[in-house]
């Protein structure tokens, strides 16, 4: 489930365009039922290869990042989704409390 399942490994923008989420998904590619980060550096995002995700559209956000033993919930209500960045920002903070890192 949480493998790109996209023809020939594509991602996201490579097969259409996001006009709902703040995110631009460079470098995600999509699992049965989650957006899986395939290349960090296209996503401009803290993270893992690997790690997977899913938002809401009143900017509900969940991610798991098996690398790093990390679960993140976050429950809002902020309508469109794309009013403020506040997945990006949160991941960011998340990352950055790290003190150190399981990656390889």
């Known amino acids: ?30 699992g049965l039922g989650f957006a899986v980060t395939l290349d960090n550096t296209q996503t401009t995002l803290p993270g893992s290869v690997g790690d997977y995700s899913w938002g809401g559209a009143a900017s509900t956000y969940f991610w ?5 033993d990390l679960i993140t919930i976050f429950m809002a209500q902020l309508l ?20 150190e890192s399981n990656s390889y």
């Not at 489930?1 to 631009?24: A, C, I, Q, W």
Request: proline content about 9%.
């Open 1 to 30: 489930m949480t493998l790109n399942h996209l023809p020939d490994g594509k991602d996201l923008p490579s097969l259409s365009r996001s006009l709902f989420s703040e995110v631009t998904y460079n470098g995600v590619g999509f």
């Open 80 to 99: 469109p989704s794309t009013t403020y960045p506040i997945r990006r920002e949160l991941r960011t903070l998340v990352y950055s409390a790290f003190t």
């Open 64 to 68: 798991i990042d098996p690398k790093e």
